[in-house]
């Protein structure tokens, strides 16, 4: 069933890696749940975990559990971005078709040529998540990625927020802040 843009709140999360995006799509959830809302986290980047997942099996290589191979993934996007400019886009709505939740939340938004109208194009709000950078520097070093890169977020300033939340004043002080922003755009 899809959604009908009116009756939910549609959220893409961006941010600068080790900023706290995802631990925000967390507190959005922790939300949802606590309000009684029906949730969906959906991944622009599924594709590229799938593939990066596929590569290390086929290399005969260990991927931890949740470990990310950024220099690998940037490249994943780079070469499927060259065979169809909007291919994670398409991917991504496809998946946004399948679900009715009230709040959907996505959580790694970073183009801001193709992906971000094609997100707005469907009704999605964008919540920049910002953090003291040695603080975000710290949480890179202890996350246990196989790769660091940058890279792909160096064009994420071209994407306009509708709001920003500050992640450096600890766990609490972000969950309120979320928990804030969601109670005025619900």
Not at 19 to 41: F, I, N, P, Q, V
Not at 74 to 92: C, G, H, I, K
Not at 141 to 170: F, K, M
Request: some cysteine; charged content about 30%; aromatic content about 4%.
């Amino acid at each position: 069933m899809t959604a009908d843009r009116g009756s939910s709140l549609r959220i893409s999360v961006v941010g600068l890696t080790g900023s706290g995006k995802s631990t925000c799509a967390s507190l959005m959830e922790e939300y949802a749940r606590d309000t009684g809302l029906t949730h969906a986290r959906i991944k622009l980047a599924k594709p590229l975990y799938d593939l990066q997942e596929q590569v290390y099996r086929r290399a005969g290589a260990v991927l931890g559990e949740g470990a990310q191979d950024q220099v690998l993934m940037e490249a994943l996007a780079d070469a499927m971005r060259r065979v169809r400019p909007d291919s994670l886009a398409a991917d991504f709505t496809a998946r946004l078709a399948d679900t009715d939740a009230r709040l959907v939340v996505n959580d790694d938004l970073r183009d801001p040529h193709v992906d971000a109208p094609a997100l707005r194009g469907q009704g999605f709000r964008v919540l920049r998540v910002t953090c003291d950078e040695e603080l975000r520097r710290k949480r890179l070093a202890g996350r246990g990625d196989l790769s660091h890169a940058e890279g792909s977020t160096r064009q994420i300033d071209l994407i306009t927020p509708d709001a920003v939340i500050d992640n450096s004043r600890g766990l609490d002080a972000y969950r309120s802040a979320v928990r804030t922003l969601l109670g005025s755009w619900l």
